[in-house]
């Protein structure tokens, strides 16, 4: 229940305003807030309120009402790419995760759109397997904000009452999902790198601690929706379906620029904005083995000649020799390339969280006993400075041969 | 003008294995250091207020937590802080995110309720969930801006520095608020001697979850919607072939040769 503290409420209108369901009127009257029946318990006025008149009591839901909450959603991020609007690579990623859960629960798989450009996205989110989408329409939504998002997130999810609700763990996504959580006192469990239901229906959600040594397994037994958010690369995408169709239904969204309280004063592109670590095919990585940064210019070279791109261990971006946004690991990205080579690095267990499941290792290591070998499909004891001059060679002599 | 800087203890992650016949934690000899992302927020609100002229501001550390985290805070108190709360009570174990910024808005808004700022870390890393300050600024009101490098105040504004996935962003917002610190400039630093003998006459309270007229029903395992259900090794890859690379002609045709035949390169 939305409750109204008469006496601390002032009249002023704020929460009329920013609510995106109109449930909730300054009474003519008597001049205090009043709460129709059509409030979703969304938590947007709360959160406005300046005179903390508002407040929701949260109970754990009962038994009979977790089987109100049905279907699985995904957050629909998208991202600008010279100035095209784009689905991100993590939302597809979900969906494939998320028809699985759907179909053990029986239940559909919704996308939440929320944006202004954005109707384009939609037929593509059905190929990849939703069976429906939740458009909400904005010009406020134009860019992302915490507060726009959330308010717009918060509302489809009170009002269509899903039972689970997965985002992508990208720096929006983590900034996004509990802020919601918060908002509806939920459960949310971050960077799962796996999710099942449990024949109680249950969303068991499994995720590293302790810098991946161990693995733990997280339910949120009494609340619903049950939260989660996913690394990209962590779930393998779907093959799409250009067949397949679904429904599409406008949420009307009501926001209103006092909603948003952050602004954007400048957005600033860095240069390392085209390498895209977590994008490629092939990566050769690098560690502290190469003892100089002037070596770097040998694995760039190995880059080339595989068409590959250049990342590395957390030891090189500490020393400033690569950008942070090329680290590989749990305080870097997660990557799951098709061949991942491990130059000169020993494989400590952060490192490997975020590779592991790149699907062809190669490492090579002066040190028989590095760890990188357990995990490694071909692994080579030796020097890097003696062997990657010699496959450079190889590989060279390939392309003329080919020509 | 009044600065909170939200803090947690952490064991130092890389430490932590797993007992692989029992699956527990062997935590023996394993050392508790405060987050090194707290300790970067706590250096921003240090830094603040030696070049914010306009005003005195008052750098104030919080940290909910077992007896032990009053460590961390000391550390704190050394760096520059002014004062310190320890939050600690029985009632508080097993407080997951939810529960966590549950206490943490209950400790800043009757401890601190005329804050300013509020600076936390991104992420602490034991968990790396990066998720208790976006709820507690939610359960405060207050607009948040995640993944800061660098805070400006500007009277009762502030702009930051954010990092995005494809670069920066500056943006503002109004005071109160919140901003999580990722590393920006800021570094670990060693406190002088004379920091540590002052840091001794600043006030360290240790507050409880009545102090703060929070019952078992609101903190605590009780009021955690996520429970643990189980802990495990994680699962062990089977490495493939290890060859001897020394001679490197030798190894760098094997490897090419595993290349071609897992179709990574064509047959030529
Ligand atoms: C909270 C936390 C988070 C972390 N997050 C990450 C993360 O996201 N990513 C990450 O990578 N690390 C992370 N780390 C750090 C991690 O623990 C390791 O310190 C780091 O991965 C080591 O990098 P490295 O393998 O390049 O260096 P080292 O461990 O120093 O290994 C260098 C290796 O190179 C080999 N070598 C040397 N010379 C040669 C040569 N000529 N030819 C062949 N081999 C050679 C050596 O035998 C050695 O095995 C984190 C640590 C902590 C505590
Ligand atoms: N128990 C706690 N006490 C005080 N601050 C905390 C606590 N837990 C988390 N925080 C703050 O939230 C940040 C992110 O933590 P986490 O969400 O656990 O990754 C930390 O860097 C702290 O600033």
């Known amino acids: ?27 003519p009257e008597t001049k205090k807030a009043k709460v129709l029946d059509n409030c979703t318990l969304c938590g947007t006025c709360v959160n406005a309120c300046k005179f903390d008149a508002l407040s929701i009591e949260r109970k754990a839901v009962s038994e009979e009402e977790l089987l109100l909450y049905k279907d699985v959603f995904v957050w629909g991020e998208w991202e600008r790419k010279e100035d095209k ?22 239940e559909s798989l919704a996308v939440v759109l929320a944006g202004k450009d954005i109707d384009h996205l939609t037929e593509e989110l059905f190929h990849y397997g939703a069976d429906k989408v939740y458009l909400c329409k904005h010009e406020l939504l134009e860019q992302y904000s915490t507060d726009g998002y959330a308010t717009v997130i918060s509302s489809v999810i009170a009002a269509e009452k899903p039972s689970v609700v997965l985002y992508g763990a990208t720096p929006n996504g983590r900034d996004l999902a509990p ?75 009501k926001l209103s620029p006092i909603n948003i309280r952050t602004k954007i004063i400048e957005e600033i592109i860095s240069k390392d904005e085209g390498v895209k670590i977590e994008e490629a095919n092939i990566l050769v990585s690098a560690g502290r083995g190469i003892g100089l940064k002037e070596n770097l210019g040998l694995i760039y070279e190995m880059a080339e000649e595989l068409d590959a791109t250049v990342a590395g261990s957390r030891a090189l971006i500490d020393l400033g020799w690569l950008p942070h946004p090329q680290q590989v690991g749990q305080s870097g990205k997660t990557v799951a390339p098709n061949l991942y080579f491990a130059l000169g690095i020993s494989g400590a267990i952060q490192h490997l969280v975020g590779m592991t499941s790149s699907d062809t290792i190669i490492a090579i290591n002066k040190d028989p006993d590095a760890p990188i070998f357990k995990i490694a499909d071909f692994g080579i004891v030796g020097d890097i400075f003696e062997i990657i001059p010699e496959f450079i060679k190889l590989l060279r002599m390939r392309k003329q041969s080919d020509l | 003008m009044k600065i909170v800087v939200l803090v947690k203890q952490v064991p130092e992650a890389d430490k932590v294995a797993v007992d692989p016949e029992t699956g527990t934690l062997i935590r023996e000899g394993v050392a508790s250091i405060l987050n090194p992302y707290c300790e970067y927020a706590l250096d921003e609100a240090v830094r603040l207020k030696e070049s914010y002229t306009e005003k ?28 310190a709360y320890l939050l600690s009570d029985r009632k508080f174990a097993g407080s997951d995110v939810w529960a966590t910024s549950t206490a943490l808005k209950e400790g800043v808004s009757k401890l601190e309720p005329d804050f300013d700022l509020i600076l936390t870390g991104k992420q602490a890393i034991d968990g790396d969930t990066a998720q208790v300050p976006a709820e507690t600024a939610e359960q405060l009101g207050i607009p948040q801006i995640t993944y800061g490098i660098e805070v400006k ?50 006030p360290l309270d240790v507050v409880s979850a009545d102090d703060l007229e929070l019952d078992e029903n609101k903190v605590g395992l009780k009021a955690s919607p996520t429970q643990v259900s189980r802990v495990f090794a994680p699962p062990t890859k089977v490495g493939g072939d290890v060859i001897d690379g020394s001679d490197p002609k030798i190894a760098a045709q094997k490897l090419l040769e595993y290349l071609v035949n897992n179709k990574y390169l064509k047959d030529v």
């Open chain 1, 1 to 27: 229940m939305l409750e109204v503290d008469i006496d601390a409420c002032t009249g002023c209108k704020v929460c009329e305003r920013v609510c995106p369901f109109a449930a909730i009127i300054v009474d």
């Open chain 1, 85 to 106: 609007i784009t689905t991100k690579n993590v939302v597809f990623e979900l969906l494939g995760k998320g028809r699985e859960l759907a179909d053990k629960l029986g």
């Open chain 1, 179 to 253: 802020r919601i959580a918060g908002r509806l006192a939920l459960g949310l469990t971050a960077d799962c790198t796996g999710l099942d239901i449990d024949e109680s229906r249950q969303l068991i959600q499994t995720r590293p601690a302790f810098g991946g040594n161990i693995m733990a397994s997280i339910y949120s037994p009494y609340t619903r929706p049950q939260m989660s958010s996913v690394r990209p690369n962590v779930f393998p995408k779907p093959k799409p379906d250009t067949a397949k169709q679904g429904v599409l239904e406008e949420f009307d969204v």
């Open chain 2, 56 to 83: 005195d501001i008052e750098v104030v550390a919080i940290s909910m937590g077992p007896p032990q985290t009053k460590s961390a805070l000391l550390r704190c108190l050394e760096l520059g802080a002014d004062k």
């Open chain 2, 153 to 202: 105040i500007d009277n009762k504004r502030i702009e930051v520095k954010r990092e995005t996935d494809e670069g920066y962003q500056i943006l503002s917002t109004r005071l109160p608020a919140l901003v999580t610190m990722s590393k920006g400039s800021n570094i670990r630093r060693i406190p002088s001697m004379k920091q540590v003998l002052d840091s001794r006459r600043k």
